[in-house]
């Protein structure tokens, strides 16, 4: 089955940078890839997501990119603000099968 | 999106007996799924709730120990059997609004005694 590795664990910036979290994944017919946000004690929030006919897609201040050759995705959060720090979760799955399989999640801690 | 509600929000119970968790959505979904997120870990998918037929687990999940039921297109129950303390949990349901793109219900967090 898919296996989705994320890296790093943890993530810790200065309000107003960058943060990037970085995916890879197995199944090279894996070909839809969401992004989730979980704030503590809250359920997981999709905030993006991409699919493998595209190699970019941004959302005001959130972009992924997708590398189809090198199997892996990103998340990039620009401009930090306090209210980004949560849990961030990747995930793939291939269309049709709808089963997701989760990275083990990054927590991004913004520092004011 | 879809509106989904789940019950109970929380509960504790003792080890050796059952929890019915129950999803509800507010409009017709074909696929519905229920994870579980063990503390700090990430979430691992339990089973496909099927409609109109049985659900369909993922390895290391039994039906013995999670009975799921799926009675129509905007509700399922997730059964957790004979607990022990490691069923200790969130269990979250999802569903697929059709294009692949997944929804979570708020969640069910269940400590075990």
């Known amino acids: 089955g898919e296996n989705v590795e994320q890296h790093p664990s943890t993530l810790s910036v200065q309000e107003g940078d960058s943060a990037v979290i970085k995916c890879t994944y197995s199944d090279s017919a894996s070909n839809y890839f969401p992004w989730y946000k979980q704030e503590l004690g809250k359920r997981p929030q999709l905030i993006i997501d991409?699919?493998?006919?595209?190699g970019e897609k941004k959302d005001q201040r959130i972009a992924v990119t997708l590398n189809k050759t090198a199997k892996h995705f990103s998340l990039h959060i620009t401009e930090t603000q306090p209210e980004d720090s949560a849990v961030y979760f990747c995930a793939a799955s291939r269309h049709g099968d709808y089963k997701l399989s989760f990275g083990a999640g990054t927590t991004v801690t913004v520092r004011a | 999106s879809a509106v989904i509600s789940q019950k109970p929000s929380r509960d504790i119970c003792q080890r050796g007996t059952s929890l019915t968790i129950q999803c509800q959505v507010d409009s017709q979904v074909t696929m519905m799924f229920w994870y579980r997120q063990q503390p700090g870990q990430s979430l691992t998918l339990i089973a496909t709730a099927n409609q109109g037929s049985e659900a369909t687990y993922e390895s290391g999940f039994v039906i013995d120990k999670f009975p799921i039921s799926r009675p129509n297109l905007t509700f399922s129950t997730l059964t957790v059997s004979n607990m022990s303390p490691e069923d200790s949990s969130i269990y979250l349901c999802s569903v697929d609004v059709g294009t692949d793109t997944q929804y979570f219900g708020p969640g069910t967090r269940l400590t075990v005694l």
């Open positions: 991409i699919r493998s006919n595209v």
